[in-house]
């Protein structure tokens, strides 16, 4: 019996460092582009065994220790393992709560969320790749979860990795479609995990979480710009030491006004909560000299600027993607956007909304 299960890339569409503070507002989309996990039982004897197709495949061999899942012998977890790793510990602990035998499993990952070179877009892997993971298990054990376990597993796995991680993109990656998202605080998480273990964890108050689909808006396209840069998420959020309270205050309030926007399928409000969106991470980046806006970004959002889209970076800026949200009733402004991007040195990205369940449109 071979198990498979994908989850879908995203791309912020706001909020972005204000929802690493617990309890702020985030704005997400779900893309099709995939990880996808599989499993399949192991010969006996054969425990378990971890495969990913980054950097031309890379295996690992765990074994049980205690409680805990480790490498066997002496082998340290690869970089390109981690969240994988995470994952299957996380389960793996769970299944031993709730006393399921652990028979042996080959659970093999890959994505395509880079390019053919293997460079990364900022489309979320490690989200993608947990939340992917997650699920095959969960059904390869029969463990019956429903999105928000799975959501909840998944971010138990990634702050293992990245305690700060605000889980945006866990959670997009879990439902599909558009989705607002206010992170839950994970010190309270990570403190109940280890004092009450998975399955008490899964089933208590998380403080802060909320998580609410939104419409997929029907009169403006999404238009994705690959700068060609990778970034690093994390060192850009250490960089953002100092009191942000000011920032945070004024991100979720526009991020407010953008789901009440989205939920209207006003097309002009959610331009203009776009645009203040971008001006408050421009402002940021003044003020706190993180390198959110590279030269490329500034460009791709002068580009949108230019031809009346709401142009913004998605995530954490300093490389990765940028957004513009423009009216699909402009196809040739839609077309001198793409142009001008091009001529920037900038990759259009050709990603549609990887609808949630049940999403009509
Ligand atoms: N195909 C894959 N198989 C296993 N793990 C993956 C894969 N793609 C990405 N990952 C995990 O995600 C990490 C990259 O995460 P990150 O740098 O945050 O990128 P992203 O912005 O795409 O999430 C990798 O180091 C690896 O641990
Ligand atoms: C700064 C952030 O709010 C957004 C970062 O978004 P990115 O899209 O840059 O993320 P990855 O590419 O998956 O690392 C940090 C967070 O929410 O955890």
């Given at each position: 019996m071979t198990v498979s299960c994908r989850a879908p890339g995203k791309l912020f569409i706001a909020g972005e460092y204000a929802?690493?503070?617990?309890g702020h507002l985030a704005v997400l989309t779900a893309v099709d582009r995939y990880a996808t996990a599989t499993v399949t039982a192991a010969e006996p004897g054969d425990g378990i065994t971890l495969h990913s197709d980054l950097n031309g495949g890379v295996t690992l061999s765990c074994g049980r220790h205690g409680d805990e899942l480790s490498p066997t012998s002496d082998a340290v977890v690869p970089a390109s393992l981690s969240y994988v790793f995470a994952a299957v510990s996380v389960v793996h602990r769970l299944l031993l709560e709730r006393a399921v035998p652990v028979s042996g499993f080959r659970l093999s990952v890959t994505a395509d969320l880079g390019d053919a070179d293997g460079?990364?877009?900022?489309?979320g892997s490690s989200a993608a790749v947990t939340v992917a993971t997650v699920a095959a298990l969960g059904q390869h054990f029969d463990l019956g979860l429903d999105s928000m376990d799975r959501y909840r597993l998944a971010l138990l796995a990634t702050i293992a990795v990245?305690?700060?991680?605000?889980g945006g993109d866990v959670a997009v990656s879990t439902w599909g479609g558009w989705l607002a998202y206010r992170s839950p605080d994970r010190a309270q998480v990570a403190a109940s995990l280890a004092r009450d273990g998975v399955d008490a964890t899964l089933r208590s108050p998380w403080p802060g979480l909320s998580v609410r689909p939104l419409p997929t808006p029907t009169e403006l396209t999404l238009q994705v710009g690959w700068t060609g840069n990778p970034a690093s998420t994390p060192a850009l959020v250490a960089g953002?030491?100092?009191?942000?309270t000011t920032f945070r205050a004024h991100s979720n309030e526009c991020v407010e006004r953008l789901v009440a926007a989205i939920e209207a399928d006003d097309a002009h409000a959610v331009r203009i909560e776009i645009d203040s969106a971008r001006a408050l991470l421009v402002d940021l980046d003044t003020i706190?000299?993180?390198?959110?806006?590279t030269p490329r970004l500034r460009a791709l959002c002068d580009a949108g600027a230019a031809v009346g889209a709401a142009a913004k970076p998605s995530?954490?800026?300093?490389g990765d993607c940028g957004i513009a949200l423009i009216e699909r009733t402009r196809p040739a402004a839609i077309a001198e956007l793409t142009g001008r991007w091009l001529t920037a040195g900038i990759r259009p990205l050709p990603l549609r909304t990887h609808l949630a369940e049940g999403d009509p449109r």
């Open positions: 929802v690493v503070e617990p460079r990364k877009f900022g489309l990245n305690p700060r991680a605000s953002l030491d100092g009191d942000r706190s000299g993180l390198g959110i806006m995530g954490a800026g300093g």
